[in-house]
RNA sequence: GCUCCCAUAGCUCAGUAGGUAGAGUGCAUCCAUGGUAAGGAUGAGGUCACCGGUUCGAAUCCGGUUGGGAGCUCCA
């Protein structure tokens, strides 16, 4: 019987019945046979040696593709299996899952001794034997009965439990290569000589199922790619983004520092503080433009202010608490209920709204001591936090509004970001009708502006829907900062209301939002995003006037205050060093300008002007040279 | 919080048979007075994170505590 075979570029091509993608491939060209790894057939990605018993529509996969790669990468993560259990024994290692992940692979897997790196280079030899011997990987369907006898007789408790928590119906199949097996979906790789270039990275543990009352496994991480060059390129970047660590480079730079005596709370050294007070100053002057009121409000308030809010039941696990008089206090992990009491101060007409309010809010936050990660993840930390109480139509225009102003914030900083939608979660606080109400509101405003997102079902804060913008940092992971959350709660909790048209009392809506999110995590990221060589109107020292000796003390001095006067801020090294030696350590601390004195340039009242990534751009006087500095730190580039 | 790893001079790190510590850099002093990424000499600087144990003797071995790292979980 002949089927019909439908191929990508819309040619129709007639086949026996029961052939397979291998064969396929052949027919069109040997180069494609040789590449092919997997098929789609419908769109569903199968194995290379799957038979096709109908007409359908056929892929050839390679490991050009997104889906070849994986595939690739899978068998990569059994092949790491298999050679773990030849080393360590077929039962002693039970196997979790193994999956893909987006620059590799991982598997979980249960073994009783700790694995250490030098077991990974045990283990990356023995995956090396297993390609020579070009094992070939094959499927098999197994019925439920029959895969629990399979890993009953492995001992697998692991793969058991898999096994029994699969939908009814669903089949079963088996990987084989040679006398490695697994319970796989699959697809794979023809045979383990395909694989060619991997890499076994590091080993942590991880809960099994990521819960953590179950057992806590072993979870290898590796990393696997078609062609060594690309390996090596990526083990590179891996090296690369090292360097970039923002807390290398913030000891390095002396931004900021951290103590024992407060676990996951940074201390801003001065030049931090510099870096600081500009990203507060710039994003202050948007929002003054915005017609944003900055506030500031206490760090502790009364524990029943947090029962009010519903901070206390939904998130006390988190918070510090204190006693003082005889009273219970509460450290704020948020600014919210500060600015409620603020709107409660006054009475408040329609006419007076939108209210915006603002604040430099510092908050507290007890985290895990296993979840501090430098600036990225800590204990107290300062959010750019505003509220805005607006009317029911005002809602779509207002969260318009900063949408534009975060888009422009990060514009300026040159950062991708992506757009998450978060519905309504589990623990939710209110009327589902009033989510639903919201939850529109924001998707007709990203509509509206034509701006691409994802929805995350279920991950909303606890009193409403929130739009969040993740941005992506220097080592390719991705950092929530901005986001925007519709509260219809918070103005019930706390009996807001305005004056209407009508002399009635009505409630208004709280809209909470942030740009940076966390100004420290902000600082962390930039860290890592511009490798310490922040653009002129972040860096904490601009110039740096560098004498070619201490002969030129006197006009070097005159030169350092004629800047500072300028309002730029400059240093001058007057220490009895040599030139080459100034500009080395000016180039270590990356200071985007360096303004060399010697006989020649006090003689003509010059300067001779070394920026940071061009080196020498020769000889200017005072004044251009300070309007050269100020324009670079106008233009934030 | 949990699992594994780590903690030596301000910083980056040696110290791999248990015999009370070393380099580079930085710092101080002196010499050298110089033109775009490191001139030379001398010197100061350490309860080897903390507490306890084993031992004649512990930076080194064992236990605990604190802090850090890689993850798990949660979030900004």
Same mark, same amino acid.
């Given at each position: 019987m002949l089927i019909q075979i439908t191929l990508p570029d819309g040619a129709v091509r007639e086949y026996a019945s !029961?052939?397979?993608?291998? +064969? =396929? %491939?052949?027919?069109?060209?040997? !180069?494609?046979?040789?590449? +092919? =790894? %997997?098929?789609?057939l419908n769109g569903k990605v199968v194995d290379v040696y799957h038979p096709i018993e109908e007409s359908a529509a056929v892929e050839i996969v390679t490991l050009d593709s997104k889906d070849g790669l994986e595939v690739y990468r899978h068998s990569t993560a059994h092949l790491m299996a298999q050679a773990i259990k030849r080393i360590y024994g077929n039962k002693e290692v039970k196997l979790g899952i193994g999956p893909v992940i987006e620059d590799g692979f991982y598997y979980d897997i249960d073994i009783v001794n700790p694995l250490t790196p030098e077991d990974l280079k045990k283990i990356e030899k023995e995956m090396e034997r297993i390609i020579q011997e070009n094992l070939p990987i094959s499927r098999r369907v197994i019925s439920r009965e029959k895969a629990l006898q399979i890993f009953g007789d492995l001992e697998d408790p692991l793969k058991l439990e898999l096994i029994n928590d699969l939908p009814e119906g669903v089949e079963l199949t088996i990987y084989d290569q040679g006398e490695?097996?697994?319970?796989c979906r699959g697809p794979h790789l023809p045979s383990t000589g395909r694989i060619k270039a991997f890499k076994l990275l590091s080993v942590a543990g991880a809960y099994w199922r990521g819960n953590s009352d179950n057992k806590m496994l072993q979870r290898i991480y590796g990393t696997a790619f078609p062609k060594k060059a690309q390996l090596d390129e990526h083990l590179h970047f891996l090296e690369e983004a090292k360097k970039r660590d923002h807390r290398k480079l913030g000891k390095e730079l002396k931004l900021f520092?951290?103590?024992?005596?407060?676990?996951?709370?940074?201390?801003?050294?001065?030049?931090?503080?510099?870096?600081?007070?500009?990203?507060?100053?710039?994003?202050?002057?948007?929002?003054?433009?915005r017609e944003y009121k900055e506030v500031r409000t206490p760090f502790i308030m009364n524990q029943r202010l947090w029962e009010q809010s519903g901070h206390w039941e939904h998130y006390h696990e988190n918070m510090y608490f204190t006693e003082v008089d005889d009273n219970k206090f509460a450290l704020k992990p948020m600014n919210c209920p500060g600015h409620m009491l603020i709107y409660k101060n006054d009475l408040h007409s329609y006419r007076e709204l939108p209210i915006r309010i603002a604040e430099f809010g510092q908050v507290h936050r007890h985290e895990f001591s296993g979840a501090l990660n430098g600036m990225m993840?800590?204990?107290?930390?300062?959010?750019?936090?505003?509220?805005?109480?607006?009317?029911?139509?005002q809602i779509e225009e207002e969260i318009s509004k900063v949408i534009s102003l975060i888009d422009l914030i990060y514009q300026v900083f040159g950062f991708s970001y992506r757009v998450e939608l978060s519905t309504r979660p589990e623990d939710s606080m209110g009327d589902p009708a009033l989510w639903d109400q919201a939850e529109t509101?924001?998707?007709?405003v990203l509509d509206a502006k034509g701006i691409a997102y994802r929805v995350n079902e279920g991950d909303g804060a606890f009193y409403g829907p929130k739009i969040d913008f993740h941005i992506l940092d220097a080592l390719k992971r991705s950092w929530q900062c901005g986001t925007i959350q519709l509260d219809f709660q918070m103005p019930e909790k706390f009996d807001l209301n305005y004056v209407g048209e009508d002399n009635q009392k009505h409630r208004p809506?709280?809209?909470?939002?942030?740009?940076?999110g966390s100004i420290d995590r902000f600082i962390g990221i930039l860290t890592e995003h511009y490798a310490g060589a922040f653009p002129a109107w972040l860096s904490p020292v601009q110039a740096k006037v560098i004498p070619v000796s201490i002969a030129f003390e006197?006009?070097?001095?005159?030169?350092?205050?004629?800047?500072?006067?300028?309002?730029?801020?400059?240093?001058?090294?007057?220490?009895?060093?040599?030139?080459?030696?100034?500009?080395?350590?000016a180039q270590l601390e990356k200071i985007p300008f360096m303004l060399v004195i010697g006989e020649n340039e006090r003689s003509s009242d010059t300067l001779s002007v070394r920026k940071r990534g061009e080196g020498d751009i020769g000889t200017h006087d005072i004044d251009a040279t300070i309007q050269m500095i100020l324009q670079e730190i106008r233009n934030k580039a």
């Open positions: !029961g052939t397979t993608i291998e +064969a =396929i %491939a052949e027919s069109i060209s040997p !180069g494609l046979r040789k590449n +092919a =790894i %997997a098929g789609k490695f097996f697994d319970l520092m951290f103590s024992d005596e407060a676990p996951g709370m940074p201390f801003y050294l001065p030049n931090g503080t510099t870096l600081r007070n500009e990203l507060e100053q710039f994003a202050r002057r948007l929002q003054i433009e993840r800590v204990r107290t930390f300062c959010q750019d936090d505003a509220h805005l109480f607006v009317l029911p139509s509101a924001l998707k007709n809506v709280v809209i909470h939002r942030a740009v940076y006197g006009y070097v001095t005159e030169v350092t205050e004629k800047l500072l006067a300028a309002g730029i801020r400059v240093e001058a090294d007057q220490r009895n060093e040599k030139l080459g030696y100034k500009i080395r350590e």
